[in-house]
């Protein structure tokens, strides 16, 4: 237990520096209030990319080789038919928004894939493996699923729109059922790191198109039936993500039955490294 318990205190410190960093190096290098999609169109995101390096750093400093960076287990890729069906509704919406040019859809597929793997190492990967070591499966779930909710509403810092912040906290920890659920049932962090790309790089396609050709009567609809700023910021990415997080419960709804192949105890065979 001494050693679950210093790595459970390793990775806590690891979020809180991650976190300053996303947070602090967004305020750092971007102007004020300046929108999320602005933010990874703009350029490679700096911050995302040395907390990327910071989370590479620790990993191999603390021989942290649990940490599910392997192909996913034969005969799982199909679980990931149904969350791929969703990205290609995604980009089918944004064919229809109108893409951007080429160079912002490639800076934009760096950034998310940036985004993918420091997410998903932080949280799938090494705060789910430091909380297993402490709790039950569930336990461990929905603490990780909470924490990577949450901190998306420190993007207000850098947005300044806190509203549109606990939104997107929300629905992220929605989706954070899924990542999670992939991982589990595939064993790899791997194909969560991609699908939680391929859906960011999607999504902010959509917005991206949208706010560069607005459709007049897209706009006049929209305002004459939705309440801009209320229903319409709220409603719609909850709504967007209902499915994946359904699904995401399916596939987890034995979890705490029999093993996973992506849940692996502290104190297997591997890990062990920054355990004692």
């Not at 237990?1 to 976190?19: I, Y």
């Not at 990931?80 to 944004?94: I, K, N, T």
């Not at 987890?252 to 502290?266: I, M, T, Y």
Request: charged content about 10%; overall charge positive.
């Amino acid at each position: 237990m001494a050693g679950s318990s210093s790595r459970l205190a390793v990775s806590l410190a690891t979020l809180v520096a991650w976190t300053v960093i996303n947070v602090f190096g967004t305020k750092l290098f971007y102007p004020p209030e300046t929108a999320l999609d602005e933010l990874v169109t703009t350029g490679i995101s700096w911050p995302i990319l040395f907390a990327c390096l910071l989370l590479v750093a620790i990993a191999l400093w603390q021989r942290w080789t649990d940490l599910r960076f392997r192909a996913p287990d034969p005969g799982t890729l199909k679980l990931l038919l149904f969350p791929g069906f969703l990205v290609l509704l995604l980009l089918a919406l944004a064919v229809m928004s109108g893409l951007p040019s080429s160079s912002v859809m490639i800076l934009l597929g760096m950034n998310t894939l940036l985004v993918g793997f420091s997410e998903e190492t932080m949280f799938r990967g090494i705060l789910y493996r430091a909380l297993r070591g402490r709790l039950g499966i569930w336990p461990a779930i929905l603490v990780t699923t909470a924490a990577f909710g949450s901190v998306h509403i420190l993007n207000g810092f850098g947005t300044g729109d806190f509203g549109s912040a606990l939104i997107q906290a929300i629905a992220a920890g929605c989706t954070g059922l899924l990542l999670i659920a992939v991982l589990l049932r595939t064993g790899s962090l791997w194909a969560a790191i991609v699908f939680h790309a391929l859906w960011d790089w999607a999504t902010f396609l959509v917005v991206v198109g949208a706010k560069a050709r607005p459709s007049p009567d897209t706009v006049e609809t929209a305002a004459a039936v939705v309440p801009p700023g209320m229903l319409a910021q709220a409603l719609l990415p909850l709504v967007m993500v209902l499915p994946g997080t359904l699904y995401g419960l399916w596939l987890l709804r034995n979890v705490h039955k029999r093993s996973a192949p992506g849940d692996l105890k502290l104190g297997s065979d591997e890990g062990r490294g920054g355990e004692t």
